[in-house]
């Protein structure tokens, strides 16, 4: 085991599951499974494809880890008693937003353990939000934060350390430290996306993390897979990458925000004319969805909650500054 993996706890250890002898956990890390938390984040048969390992085989160490990760209680059981998943919920963290209209909104903030989309048209402040929730993640929980760093895939070539710097600044932060906590990707094209997204469990676990923002998320997708004729091969795609995203949330606990674009709908004849991009599947797959629109001052945003079961339907006001988020 290279010196890289010293991070990971001896207890999640890949090799800890019965019958898992060297040659098995040779073939798992070989294929970037360290962990037995790493395991649960594919499907036997995906499992199956990078390892060379038997289908049946994967299967077994699927449920192997799974009942393994649940002795320890870091994975729900199968049947929750409703006091139970209320504790699990109780047991999610928030990070602020910035803006308190915002946060009440949400009940508390971005929570972790869910991915949270805010989708709008240009200038509707997604990016700006990015950015802010990259600095407040790093804050001490006390002051609305996780006290912990954050990963920015950056498909759009927006993110702006200058910007991280000022807003930082704002905050009375050492932006050179805010500035190393950051771990930026860039990714130019969904293969190099998907894979990066492969390698977000080992960067969460070397550095900490507890906030990922992929600005924008659904935008790549639609801009390779044109037309008609690849629409079902996107959206198997997009499909997998939200599941991946979901699951990683869930697993290793962290808050995700992704962002997408509004594209217009000619069938509509009253209310909004627009609709986020990617259609079901990425409405299934996100926890939250929530719709950003530019008010009449140039620095306010309205906010509002889209589709959830748990938060009344509400319009809320915040304000772009050169702090990021804050209330108007
Ligand atoms: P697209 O990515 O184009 O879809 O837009 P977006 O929703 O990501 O918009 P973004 O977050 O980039 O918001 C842009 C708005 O934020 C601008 O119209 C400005 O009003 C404001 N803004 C951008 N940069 C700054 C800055 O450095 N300081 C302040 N105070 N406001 C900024
Ligand atoms: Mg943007």
């Known amino acids: 085991m290279s010196d890289d993996y010293e991070y990971i706890e001896k207890e999640l250890e890949i090799s800890n599951l019965k019958g898992v002898g060297d040659v098995t956990a040779k073939k798992l890390k070989e294929a970037g499974i360290y962990t037995i938390q790493d395991l649960l984040l594919y499907s036997p048969i995906y499992i199956s494809e990078i390892t060379g ?39 999610r963290k928030f990070i602020k937003t910035g803006s308190n209209n915002l946060d009440d909104m949400l009940k508390g903030g971005i929570p972790t353990q869910a991915v949270t989309e805010f989708y709008g048209e240009f200038g509707s402040g997604k990016t700006q939000l990015c950015h802010t929730l990259a600095v407040n993640v790093q804050l001490p929980e006390e002051d609305g934060g996780l006290n912990k760093s954050a990963i920015y895939i950056d498909t759009e070539n927006t993110f702006s350390p200058d910007r991280i710097i000022e807003i930082a600044l704002n905050k009375k932060l050492d932006p050179t430290e805010v500035l190393k906590n950051i771990v930026v990707g860039r990714p130019y094209n969904t293969v190099i996306l998907l894979n990066m997204v492969k390698k977000l469990p080992e960067i969460i676990k070397k550095n900490n993390v507890g906030f990922i923002a992929i600005d ?28 991946d995203l979901l699951r990683i949330a869930e697993v290793y606990d962290v808050a995700i925000v992704i962002t997408n674009q509004v594209q217009a709908r000619p069938d509509v004849m009253f209310g909004d004319p627009t ?21 009449k001052a140039a620095d306010l945003r309205i906010a509002s909650i889209v589709d959830s079961p748990e938060h009344p339907p509400r319009e809320v006001l915040f304000r772009i500054t050169e702090a990021g988020i804050s209330d108007p």
């Open 275 to 295: 609709r986020p991009i990617g259609g079901h599947v990425v409405a299934h797959a996100v926890t939250y969805r929530i719709y950003l629109k530019k008010a």
């Open 53 to 91: 390992i038997p289908v049946e085989r994967a299967e077994k160490l699927v449920l192997q880890g799974y009942e393994y990760l649940k002795d320890l209680g870091l994975v729900p059981k199968d049947f929750t008693s409703a006091t139970e998943l209320l504790e699990q919920r109780r047991a």
């Open 216 to 243: 924008s998320a659904v935008g790549p997708f639609r801009a390779e897979y044109l037309g008609r004729g690849r629409l079902s091969e996107r959206q198997q795609l997009l499909n997998r990458f939200m599941h």
